[in-house]
């Protein structure tokens, strides 16, 4: 260990997706999902802060994943599926409006039996989305297959084709008649053969909680005063995302790095000369 004197500390060691401890007492549905983050996100800024008496926030939100290929650690876009595509259980049928936010996906996915689902989505979808960075990757990985048929896709991921049949008729009929049973608003097209089908599960991407700041990165007491000398940013301060995955705000984790190192660094820098 190397102690090094300082006037002012930044926090800035990310969030805590991989601390298998932390996601348990914080983030329990999402404790046993995949992991799609970096490795070095183990919580240790924001314990440090807690030691030091400062006050946590939305230590539950978090950014979920609903797309990850689990077999290639590869990821869908999107648009495979808010573009016309669907998502079955291993029971062969639809259980979420498919215009969810991804995020939201994640956790959805991961609740149901075995954490993975298929989705489903036909050359029209593909063709919209091939040329994305995701789903190049996972078609060099091997990831998604293309099915003539239902019934190949069933034999191929383990599906009652009976049901799968079925579901997919039901699909089709609620897009002609503009109405979905489990509240689709967006009901791009029919689905027509030929399909593509990738396994999916829902996965953790990052955290969003952490050590409460203010407007200059300064960390935060309970009481309100801030911690002396002791700032943070990126992963280690609370964003401006709410609870669970259903309050990610898309580049909120961008946000708290560019945002609150530059607002941190500044106001440590400057106060060392002013005594603030």
């Not at 314990?47 to 939305?58: K, N, P, R």
């Not at 689902?117 to 091939?130: L, N, Q, S, T």
């Not at 599906?159 to 608003?185: I, K, Q, S, Y």
């Not at 005063?225 to 990610?248: C, E, F, H, K, Q």
């Amino acid at each position: 260990m190397r102690r090094i004197a300082a006037q002012r500390v930044v926090l800035a060691t990310g969030g805590f997706g991989a601390n298998c401890e932390l996601l348990a007492a914080h983030i329990p549905e999402m404790a046993q999902a995949p992991y799609f983050g970096a490795p070095s996100n183990t919580g240790e800024g924001i314990v440090w802060g807690l030691e030091a008496g400062a006050m946590l926030a939305h230590m539950a939100g978090y950014q979920g994943l609903g797309y990850v290929v689990p077999d290639h650690n590869t990821r869908l876009h999107p648009g495979a599926i808010t573009g016309g595509g669907i998502i079955v259980n291993l029971a062969a049928r639809r259980f979420e409006r498919e215009d969810l936010g991804y995020s939201e996906w994640g956790r959805v996915l991961h609740g149901q039996p075995g954490g993975v689902g298929v989705a489903i989505w036909d050359e029209e979808a593909h063709r919209a989305v091939a040329w994305t960075a995701q789903m190049v990757e996972s078609q060099q990985a091997g990831a998604l297959a293309r099915c003539e048929t239902v019934g190949e896709v069933a034999q191929r991921f383990g599906l009652d084709v009976a049901t799968l049949a079925e579901t997919l008729a039901a699909h089709n009929r609620a897009v002609a008649e503009g109405r979905d049973p489990l509240g689709r608003r967006k009901l791009p097209k029919q689905l027509i053969p030929p399909y593509y089908a990738a396994r999916v599960c829902g996965a953790l991407a990052h955290t969003q909680g952490g050590l409460r700041i203010d407007l200059h990165g300064r960390v935060l007491r309970p009481d309100g005063r801030p911690v002396p000398n002791l700032y943070a940013g990126g992963g280690s301060a609370v964003g401006i995302s709410g609870r669970g995955a259903d309050g990610y705000i898309g580049g909120n984790g961008l946000l708290a790095a560019l945002g609150l190192g530059k607002l941190a660094g500044d106001h440590a820098a400057t106060s060392i000369h002013t005594g603030d």
